[in-house]
Nanobody, 123 residues
């Protein structure tokens, strides 16, 4: 059974940093794009960033360029999201998702989802 498991969320003060991890198990995610999306309270799910299997192509939400960095370690089947200079508006549940490279679209559909990791940024 395929599983995506996020970790690294928590409570941080504004201006701080967090690194989220998403570990994939149950299959090899060769040729899969791994992405992060987030959902803030009362808002729709929003695209954050994505990275193709090779790691060459990375896409970010325009508002998050320069603040967040996505990376992956295929040997560990893990994708990371480094979040810097966090703001209260970054508070959300962050989800990891996966889809085949050739079918990637920012808002999906995605083949697999993680359960989500809460990130709370205090002012």
């Amino acid at each position: 059974q395929v599983q995506l498991v996020e970790s690294g969320g928590g409570l941080v003060q504004a201006g701080g940093s967090l690194r989220l991890s998403c570990s994939a198990s149950g299959r090899t995610f060769s040729r899969y794009t791994l992405a992060w999306l987030r959902q803030a309270p009362g808002k729709e799910r929003a695209f954050v960033a994505a990275i193709t299997w090779s790691g060459v192509n990375r896409v970010y939400a325009d508002s998050l360029k320069g603040q967040f960095t996505i990376s992956r370690d295929n040997a560990k089947n893990t994708v990371y999201l480094q979040m810097d200079d966090l703001k209260p508006e970054d508070t959300a549940v962050y989800y990891c998702a996966a889809t085949v490279d050739s079918k990637f679209q920012q808002y999906g559909p995605y083949d697999y989802w993680g359960q989500g990791s809460q990130v709370t940024v205090s002012s």
